[in-house]
């Protein structure tokens, strides 16, 4: 007889809070995503109402490493799901694995301090007293049960495995209300691994089943100003929580709905609270809001636990599994069904198949499945793709030009019913393989490659090719199935079609249906998307990260009360992670630029607010935000406070600033630190300054609070401290107070458009050419809406992205939602997608590496802060597949070259780099989109020349585009232009040679020639 070998399992019973399966983290980029571009989803993006309405605390079982439980288990569940969320984030909380002759000891903590729970195992062996079946479990002498955990005690669960037990089982709750527990996430699964089954390349546990919650009460008032009010009906007695969507989660209030309590009820929102917070009404009893405020406000409530059929707790391809592996590798499928409402699925891996097990099967690709119900098959990673003979052909013995690139396939795994796939549950298997390829014979194949670009995006579709009338009422139904379908489903989910409810799309209506109106108008207009988290603070000042990040920080945020302190914030975009780092001084109305190395560098601020008819007074303090830390560094002082200053990035990488109050400017060296120039007089506020090429400094006549006034543009030389001034063309207007200022792409070019601005706003809009022998302004085409507070952002098809402002100072019903899109090639504006924010004074606009613009803040009123978050997709996002860097040197030399790998290269119309952006207040001097001359060396090659004129492109990083010639962009990768003379070795040419070294001669580096026999 075998002895088993005692193991101590440790788990702990945790809440997840505010998880969605829908995003999981909410504001991560990568997550939100439906890439079947399922009715209601066809822009592969998942709306913030869906994501909001499907959020609720979960529950989950987690593992621990130590008995103290302080070491958690961060083990993927699959550690080739690239989407797979991190593992606090994560449903379900754990997956074991054991060996047959083990006994384990499973130590369970009930953490969760609102209910009881248990643990339940199926296919081991054990005793009553490890069963966890409320209430048939056993009682310790201390008052504890095995089948009713408390909050805070914990209970030893003893199985032994066994040989016969090689499989997969699942675990759960099972001591009350079981169903809705499990359907909270708390379940599992143990795999017990066979010792004498060869080990498959991948491990693929996947849990079937739903994310659901009590489903809540979802309300959104319209924008309510002083005066107006909002009523709601409650039908059900239960408790409400609700917000305001402009003001976020901090200002919030509670509705309990409950027997005896009034018919109606008066709730005063009033600024940043509402009053009172809490109120009480009887089921279908109403409450009245009235904006008592000055503040605009939206009394939201989001629902809640609107429920979700799942893979791992994610619904809909893009979250959901992702698999990835090389053609011909074994995965291994472990399936769990925990989905316990009573509906059948099955399972249906694309493209392969296995030996049904019993004797003459036969083979099969679809498996049923019920409740608790687990399988284990293996199948193989199928080829990316199946290579045309020419193809094939040319595998053998491809030439010297030849090119060696990697093709992907992405094959659905779902359940087959449907309804159930359209609803969420399916994932990918991604092929990878790797295939020679040239020019010539790329461009004779009938087919386009389906080429890796390594950035796990939705795939580029035309979402109207299939309608075949696009002015036809859409179809009630598509994929030939009935109308009837949602009869056939729980009718929870059948309403997943509501406005505000998660889930699927209006309808179901198939592939043919009528997809949504701004999708229509994607192409030219592009689209904006709100997010489903707020900021953690008022973004009064911004400035994108060379890791990606952004950087958003207000001081004190135009509070002199203070009333949340002084705020800083970094947001990783890819990820969606918030952190608030410690903020040492009152940054509000400081100036910012970036050095050399990356770091931001913030001098000025307010030291003193306007009080008692005294004038602000600023900061003579200098911090840099340092990106790696993620923390501020304290530097030298100036020699004089600085409130609202302007810091420009000199071509030898100093960085000077000018205004904010003191008559002599500055220049910061990281070498020597602050020295000051000569006296000046006359600067206004934040003036727009950009750097020429001959090293001096333009001042376009862009400002804020025109003080003095009649400022008039021109050139400012640094050495000696004097102006030269332009003559202004007839009906120019110096009331620029706010306005957008850019220096037009390419930086070489050097011309600078002004535009917009003034209180009450205007629209007219200038363009300058520094290179000409008398420099003067000449009009251009005007914007369709007059603007104040502009923000400008220079795209990377170089376009000018106009968004925000208002046409009179503070008036929020003034605000101009439409955005603008300025072609300097055509003279032309065109009007873009309507925001849902207002952006007024004290927002922001920023450019991030994958093309799209953040835009954020806005604070027409002391303590009157809008955090919702907006990303706006450009029209070139919806114009065909994007290029791609395939490898590049994180560093280029000043007049050096460098080679790009990417297999578009046929393709390629623009290599440049763009500064990355630091702005508040409608003043942004550092953006700049330098051309980068480039010649295409073969298919997939660019050799890339670096300009050597510092002043065009100072030093630094830079987010580096490749744009095709459709005007598409690709991700940006970032790069750090320098000096100095070339390295003895490429960082690119290091990895390749490093990469030949540990491949085989027929398995070299990407890019690479096939080494000779």
């Known amino acids: 007889m075998m002895n088993f070998h005692r193991r101590d399992i440790f788990l702990k019973i945790e809440s997840l809070p505010s998880y969605s399966p829908l995003a999981p983290v909410a504001c991560a980029r990568h997550f939100g995503r439906d890439c079947m571009f399922n009715p209601g989803h066809e822009s592969g993006r998942v709306s913030a109402q869906e994501i909001l309405a499907s959020t609720a605390d979960g529950l989950v079982y987690r593992e621990y490493l130590d008995a103290h439980y302080t070491i958690p288990n961060k083990a993927k569940l699959i550690e080739a799901d690239v989407n797979e969320p991190p593992w606090d984030r994560r449903i379900p909380g754990c997956l074991l694995y054991a060996k047959p002759w083990e006994r384990l000891y499973i130590h369970v903590w009930n953490a969760d301090t609102s209910d009881c729970h248990s643990f339940h195992i199926h296919g081991l ?65 143990l795999i017990v691994r066979n010792p004498a089954a060869p080990c498959a390349d991948h491990e693929v546990p996947i849990f079937i089943h739903q994310f659901a919650g009590s489903s809540g009460v979802a309300f959104q008032s319209k924008p309510l100003a002083h005066g107006d009010s909002f009523n709601f009906v409650f039908a059900d007695a239960k408790i409400v929580h609700y917000y305001c969507a402009i003001h976020g989660p901090t200002m919030n209030g509670t509705v309990q709905v409950t027997a005896g309590a009034p018919a109606s009820a008066n709730v005063s929102v009033q600024d940043n609270k509402f009053v009172p917070s809490l109120v009480q009404v009887r089921p279908g009893g ?22 979700n059929f799942c893979l791992n707790g994610r619904a809909f391809v893009g979250n959901t599994p992702t698999v990835v592996g090389d053609t011909g590798e074994r995965l291994r ?70 090119c060696r690139v990697r093709i992907r396939g992405d094959f659905l795994f779902h359940c087959h019913v449907e309804e159930h796939m359209m609803a969420g549950l ?27 670009n390594g950035m796990n995006e939705c795939p580029s579709v035309d979402i109207l090719r299939c309608l075949h009338d696009r002015n036809a009422s859409p179809p009630i139904s598509g994929h030939g199935h009935s109308s009837d379908a949602a009869e056939r ?32 108008e994607a192409a030219t207009k592009g689209r904006w998307e709100l997010l489903p988290c707020p900021a953690p603070i008022l973004a009064i000042h911004g400035a994108v990260l060379h890791t990606g990040k952004v950087l958003l920080f207000a001081g004190s ?54 009080r008692d008819g005294r004038p602000f007074v600023g900061l003579e303090t200098s911090y840099l935000f340092d990106p790696l830390s993620e923390s501020w560094i304290r530097l030298a002082s100036m020699a004089e406070g600085r409130w609202y200053p302007t810091l420009v990035t000199l071509g030898d990488g100093r960085i000077f600033t000018v205004s904010g109050g003191p008559n002599r400017a500055e220049i910061y060296s990281s070498v020597t630190g602050w020295s000051q120039m000569p006296a000046q007089e006359g600067w206004p506020l934040f003036p727009h300054l950009f750097l020429m090429r001959d090293g001096r400094l333009f001042y376009d006549g862009g400002n804020m609070f025109p003080n003095p006034v009649g400022v008039l543009p021109g050139f400012l030389d640094i050495a000696t401290s004097t102006m030269t001034n332009v003559t202004l063309p007839e009906g120019f207007s110096q009331s620029r107070d706010h306005c957008g200022s850019v220096l037009l792409a390419p930086a ?23 290179k000409a022998s008398a420099p003067a302004y000449e009009p251009v085409a005007s914007m369709t809406h007059a603007r104040f507070h502009v923000n400008a952002v220079l795209l990377p098809d170089r376009t000018v992205f106009v968004s925000g402002g208002n046409g009179q100072s503070e008036v929020v019903a003034t605000a101009v939602l439409e955005a603008e899109i300025y072609d300097p090639a055509t003279n032309t504006w065109i009007t873009a997608a309507t925001a849902q924010a207002g952006r007024l004074y004290h927002s922001i606009a920023l450019l991030l590496p994958d093309g799209r613009v953040l835009a954020a803040g806005s604070n027409p009123n002391r303590r009157d802060d809008e955090l919702r ?20 040197p994180q560093q280029i030399l000043y007049g050096g070259e460098f080679k790009i790998h990417t297999p578009q290269a046929e393709e390629i119309q623009w290599v440049e780099l763009i500064w990355p952006m630091a702005t508040t207040h409608s003043c942004e001097t550092g953006q700049r989109v330098v051309d980068l001359e480039f010649k295409t060396h073969d298919f997939c090659r660019l050799h890339v020349n670096v300009l050597s004129d510092q002043n065009i492109a100072p030093p630094g990083w830079y987010m580096l585009f490749l744009v095709n010639k459709r005007g598409v962009p690709s991700v940006a990768r970032w790069v750090q232009l320098t000096g100095g003379g070339k390295p003895d070795h490429e960082p690119a040419e290091i990895k390749q040679h490093l990469d030949m070294h540990v491949t085989s001669k027929d398995n070299p580096a990407p890019g690479t020639k096939k080494p000779s026999d």
């Open 333 to 402: 499928w472990y399936i769990f069904n925990l989905d316990v409402s009573g509906i059948w699925h099955n399972f249906h891996p694309h493209s392969v198949r296995w030996a049904l097990p019993i004797p003459l099967g036969g083979a099969s690709d679809v498996h049923g499945i019920s409740s608790l119900e687990t399988f284990i098959t293996e199948t193989e990673i199928p080829p990316a793709m199946r290579l045309p003979h020419a193809l094939e052909q040319f595998q053998r013995d491809p030439p010297e030009n030849a």
């Open 426 to 452: 399916a994932g990918l298997v991604r092929a990878r393989q790797y295939i020679w390829i040239s020019g010539e014979l790329s461009k004779a194949l009938e087919v386009e490659l389906p080429f890796d």
């Open 869 to 888: 978050l907006e990303i706006y997709h450009p029209p070139y996002l919806f114009r065909g597949p994007r290029p791609f860097i395939e490898t590049v």
């Open 557 to 610: 945020g135009n509070d002199e009360l203070f009333t949340t302190g002084l705020r800083s914030a970094v947001w990783d975009y890819e990820n969606g992670e918030f952190i608030s780092p410690f903020t040492p001084v009152d940054f509000f109305c400081a100036g910012q630029a970036f050095l050399p190395d990356g770091r931001l560098l913030v001098a000025g601020g307010t030291k003193e607010y306007d």
């Open 125 to 189: 062996r054990y005793g009553i007293e490890s069963d966890g079946a409320w209430p048939l479990g056993v009682a310790g002498r201390d008052g504890r049960r095995s089948d009713e955990i408390l909050p805070g005690q914990k209970w030893i669960y003893v199985y032994d495995v066994t040989p016969d037990m090689v499989g997969a089982w699942g675990f759960h709750d099972h001591a009350h209300d079981v169903a809705r527990n499990i359907n909270l996430g708390l379940f599992g699964g």
């Open 286 to 307: 109403s409450i009245h809001w009235q904006n008592d405020g000055d503040h605009e406000h939206i009394v939201f409530s989001a629902g809640g636990g609107a429920p």
């Open 489 to 520: 489903l729980p009718s929870a989910i059948e309403t997943r079609g509501m406005p505000g409810m998660g889930g699927m799309g209006a309808g179901m209506g198939g592939m043919n249906a009528m997809p949504a109106e701004d999708i229509l």
């Open 748 to 770: 070489q070019d050097q011309r600078v458009m002004i535009l917009g601005g003034g209180d009450p706003a205007i629209n007219s809009a200038h363009i300058i050419d520094l």
